[in-house]
């Protein structure tokens, strides 16, 4: 009998840990990887030094993406830092359009 109560709660115990590690594909997550995507393709651009109006816009649209996800997940560091980046590289992308 004790045995068998033993499993039984190992067994709850590992369903439970289950649950918790299962992904959720909400809107915070395709928005996550989208701007990663966005991000590391601004990289590679930078990185070549070939496209640098194009790595501003990418920057800047990968960051405004975390900026959003900062705002849905109420995290202040994410929110700071990406809606910091989105000043700076928005102003230098109004830079370039306007001929500065």
Same mark, same amino acid.
């Given at each position: 009998?004790?045995?068998?109560?033993?499993?039984?709660?190992?067994?709850?115990?590992?369903?439970?840990?289950?649950?918790?590690?299962?992904?959720?594909?909400?809107?915070?997550?395709? @928005?996550?990887?989208?701007?990663?995507?966005?991000?590391?393709?601004?990289?590679?651009?930078?990185?070549?030094? &070939?496209?640098?109006? &194009?790595?501003? *816009?990418?920057?800047?649209?990968?960051?405004?993406?975390?900026?959003?996800?900062? $705002?849905?997940?109420?995290?202040?560091?994410?929110?700071?830092?990406? &809606?910091?980046? @989105? @000043?700076?590289? &928005?102003?230098? *992308? $109004?830079? $370039?359009?306007?001929? $500065?």
């Amino acid at each position: 009998m004790k045995l068998k109560e033993i499993r039984s709660k190992k067994k709850k115990q590992i369903e439970k840990r289950l649950e918790k590690a299962w992904l959720e594909f909400d809107l915070s997550w395709w @928005v996550k990887w989208a701007s990663s995507l966005i991000l590391l393709t601004a990289m590679i651009l930078r990185g070549g030094q &070939a496209y640098p109006f &194009a790595d501003l *816009v990418l920057s800047t649209l990968g960051c405004a993406g975390w900026l959003a996800v900062g $705002v849905m997940w109420k995290d202040r560091a994410l929110i700071i830092l990406n &809606a910091a980046a @989105v @000043v700076i590289l &928005a102003s230098g *992308v $109004v830079r $370039v359009l306007a001929g $500065v």
